[in-house]
């Protein structure tokens, strides 16, 4: 017996690869459904940033017709094929508490919440198994970083994983708090919902296109890291010139290097960088803090915003429940 915590894209693979060799398993799962963050936390206008044949699951590739780039729905969709192709039944509502090995009978104790039950009563069970796959993500919990003066701040904040579009915030001015591929996505969304958008860069990142990363991507089969890096660099560097001068700079270690040593990803361009050329978002650096609804920036510039989102990622909950 397996169990594999977690039904995201990757304990559905695990799963799928499982069950092809017949091999029991149990996909357990905190939410009422797989792929979660795809389905309940990830905004509107989400596409995969790789190209479709980077980003298929074991033994089944996107249909010849899906565009090169998959939207959100038909990622889901491939899932929902997926799922139903390899007999993938997770149960749900499962939130694992405590894991821990018993290394005289060799085998792990996994004890679950069941938040199944509708008369409000909590059930816990134990499973017991050979082997355990942590799938449960890098992405588990969105993060809100602790700013002096957010209790008190009276316009609305959200994390970027609430964010669906930007139609409630037409004619508003708001601020994005961090530069991942979320924050400047979601500005760029915001931009063209007609909101007055600013984002806080506070660190150096780097800007690629898809293409550029596709391409990226294509070279690593033939070429070390060090010089796909200064290659796609290069042409990052062709494309945009210096970013500097609008307030982005561009980290001194390549970016195929650090999404390997690090696993931060390049920003992949949807369009925000011209607006941010243009002026048409603004870019700020880092926050201080929130006085009377503004927000104090490092460099003591003071500006009122009426939401925030933050954009400023997440971490993975695996040492909350895996004892070692
Ligand atoms: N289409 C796609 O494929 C997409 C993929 N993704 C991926 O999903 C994952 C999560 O992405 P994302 O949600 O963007 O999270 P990330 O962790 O990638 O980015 C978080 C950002 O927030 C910044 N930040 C954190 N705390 C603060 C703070 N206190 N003040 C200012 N800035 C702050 C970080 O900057 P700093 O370096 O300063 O800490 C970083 O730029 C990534 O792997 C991303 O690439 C996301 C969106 C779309
Ligand atoms: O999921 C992410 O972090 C992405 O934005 C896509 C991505 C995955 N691996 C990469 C390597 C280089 C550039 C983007 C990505």
Redesign the pocket.
Known sequence: MVVIVGAGPAGLATSACLNRLSIPNIVLEREDCYASLWKKRSYDR?????AKQFCHLPYMDFPPNAPTYVPKNGFIDYLDNYVSHFGITPRYLRSVESVIYDSDAEKWQIVVKNMTTTDNVIETEVYTSRFLVVASG??SQG?I?D?DGLDSYGGEYIH??QYENGRKFRGKDVLV?????????IAYDLWNWGANTSI????P?HVLTKEMVKMAMIMSQYLPCKAVDIITVAISRLKYGKLSKYGIRMPTKGPFHLKETT???PV?DVGTISKIKSGEIKVLP??ECIKDNEVVFTNGATVQFDAIVF????KSTVRNWLKL
């Open positions: 989400l596409k995969l940033h790789l890098e992405n993060t970083p700013i970027s994983n708090v961090g530069c991942g591929n979320s924050g400047m996505e806080v860069v506070r660190n990142v696993g931060r990803s992949i880092g926050m954009a400023t990622g997440y």
